[in-house]
């Protein structure tokens, strides 16, 4: 008989040195891998202030060539407490030889990206190779994100965008610490 709760057998990694053994086309990634968390700054023409938010970022693998991502975000009000819940999103980052990286990413806003970019040194810098949105979404034509790993606990986050007739720029940056 099947066990009706049986532990997964493959669980995820979080770190490069615990099992499973990372594949080796995620090695310009490593350093990714665990959580990240963080406070940003935000803001965009069309919104009527500038914006506060914390965020925390996850990143695994199960010993194939991809990351598991997930990120959460939420707004923080002048003294950081906590305002209400932001944005998150989830998906894939296939790594390609030579760095190469094409992530695959959601989010609940009705908006599907896939990422074309590269890992090199301590930046994946990544630019959107199509955008779809569900009927309902915002008009987002384009994103660029660039992590920069500056130090093995510290990861940069900037986040820009072409949406809702404005023309590609800063909408996201925020710098992360290690979890744990
Ligand atoms: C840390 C992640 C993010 C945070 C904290 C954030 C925060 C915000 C906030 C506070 C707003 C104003 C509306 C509201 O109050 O909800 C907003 C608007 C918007 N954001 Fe973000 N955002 C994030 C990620 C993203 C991403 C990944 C995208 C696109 C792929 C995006 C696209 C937009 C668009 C299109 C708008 C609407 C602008 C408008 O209609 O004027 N955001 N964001």
């Known amino acids: 008989m099947v066990d009706p709760a049986p532990e997964h057998p493959y669980p995820d ?6 099992a499973p053994a990372p594949h080796a086309l995620l090695e310009p990634v490593l350093g990714l891998l665990g959580s990240w ?6 803001g965009y023409p069309t919104l009527t202030g500038d914006f506060g938010y914390a965020q925390e970022l996850t990143f695994s693998h199960d ?8 990120a959460r975000a939420w707004l923080l009000d002048a003294d950081d407490a906590p305002l209400r ?13 030579d760095g190469r990286v094409e992530a695959l990413i959601t989010q609940p806003t009705g908006i ?3 990422m074309v970019g590269r890992a090199t040194g301590n930046t994946i810098d990544l630019s959107t190779h199509e955008v ?9 034509n384009a994103t660029r994100r660039r992590y920069t790993l500056t130090d093995d606990d510290t990861l940069t986050f900037h986040h820009d965008l ?6 590609m720029q800063h909408h996201l940056s925020a710098r992360l610490r290690r979890r744990g």
């Open 13 to 18: 990694g979080h770190r490069p040195d615990e």
């Open 37 to 42: 968390y963080g406070r940003g700054e935000g």
């Open 63 to 70: 010993g194939r060539p991809f990351l598991r991502y997930e």
């Open 85 to 97: 819940p932001s944005a998150r999103e989830c998906g894939w980052w296939r790594l390609q030889p």
């Open 112 to 114: 599907a990206e896939i």
């Open 132 to 140: 779809a949105l569900a009927p309902t979404a915002k008009k987002v």
């Open 162 to 167: 072409e949406a809702v007739g404005q023309p």
